[in-house]
């Protein structure tokens, strides 16, 4: 559990339709994880319905990944709605890439996210998307960042009351801290290639993985790359599964390592749940492969195992 009380006060549940402004790419940086970042310790990323509403008036909610209606029927109390688009857009011909930073802070500041105030994500329950806002704040330099396990779902089956209240939550002071350390591109993935502490986990289905399922102009997987598919990271409660269930998943990939672990999916969504779930391991140099399949499978230069 998550241990702080601060910053006394009280944010309105509200709904804020934010549209992310597609931008021009990034400058990633390549190269070791050279430095401890300030961030969540693995064993607070994730809370429970208790956690959040013992410290509600000291957090920003965010509703993610959820259409404006289902917010609107029923939603945490406090919570502000923030359209999956402001972390998962078109960039430079890519789907579901981040946007340019400085625009996705301005969203994230306008829902009422600050930097020096914890913020904690939810969905509709897998943390699909909670996962790839968990991860975006964190690249964006928050660090203070939770994943509410279990989403809205979990709310509710907790016995506490959603509402369906909505007001306009006041603006944040969010600022970008770019943390290039966390994010991967191609030309990182290519030229730490052969080295044998770099992982790659594909959290892509198994079929997409051998190249029998294509949804880019070709199918397969980078090689070396291991899969692991995202929906393995999940209990039967739609929930993440025990430290204990999650460490024994990943062990194989984990043991020994002690270099950069890049997730990838088709469009870093999938891939951002795997990094939530090595975060919780306690890995420290995980990155996401924000271009994912998306990228890689439609560059006709970048080399594929499986498929064609």
């Known amino acids: 559990m998550a241990r702080f009380k601060r910053n006394p006060t009280v944010i309105a549940a509200a709904i804020v339709l934010v549209v992310g402004v597609a931008g021009v790419g990034v400058a990633y940086a390549a190269g070791a994880f050279e430095q401890q970042i300030v961030r969540t310790a693995p064993e607070d990323i994730l809370v429970s319905p208790e956690w959040v509403r013992d410290n509600a008036g000291d957090i920003t909610i965010l509703d993610v990944g959820r259409d404006a209606d289902a917010f609107a029927e029923g939603h945490v109390p406090g919570a502000a709605y923030v359209d999956r688009v402001v972390v998962w857009d078109r960039v430079n011909d890519i789907d579901g890439m981040l946007p340019e930073p400085e625009v996705v802070a301005a969203d994230l500041a306008e829902s009422g996210v600050s930097n020096d105030r914890p913020v904690v994500v939810y969905d509709g329950g897998n943390g699909l998307w909670a996962s790839r806002f968990f991860w975006a704040l964190e ?39 770019v943390r290039p350390q966390l994010i991967a591109d191609k030309e990182f993935i290519l030229e730490q290639h052969g080295n044998e502490h770099f992982a790659v986990l594909d959290a892509r289905s198994e079929a997409e993985y051998s190249g029998e399922d294509v949804r880019a102009a070709r199918g397969g997987h980078i090689p070396g790359s291991v899969n692991i598919d995202w929906v393995n990271n999940l209990s ?34 999938r891939g951002a749940h795997t990094y939530v779930v090595l975060r919780v391991l306690g890995e420290e140099d995980v990155r996401v492969y924000d271009g994912s399949w998306a990228e890689w ?12």
């Open 139 to 177: 690249y964006l330099g928050h660090e203070q960042v939770h994943v509410l396990d279990g989403g809205i779902t979990a709310w509710n089956e907790s016995g506490f009351s959603p509402t369906n209240e909505i007001d306009v939550p006041d603006r944040g002071n969010f600022v970008a801290d």
């Open 236 to 269: 039967e409660s739609n929930r993440f599964r025990p430290f204990e269930e999650l460490a024994e998943l990943y062990g194989d990939v984990l043991e020994g390592h002690d270099g950069p672990a890049v997730t990838l999916c088709q469009t870093g969504v």
């Open 297 to 308: 499978g439609n560059d006709e230069d970048a080399p594929v195992s499986g498929g064609a």
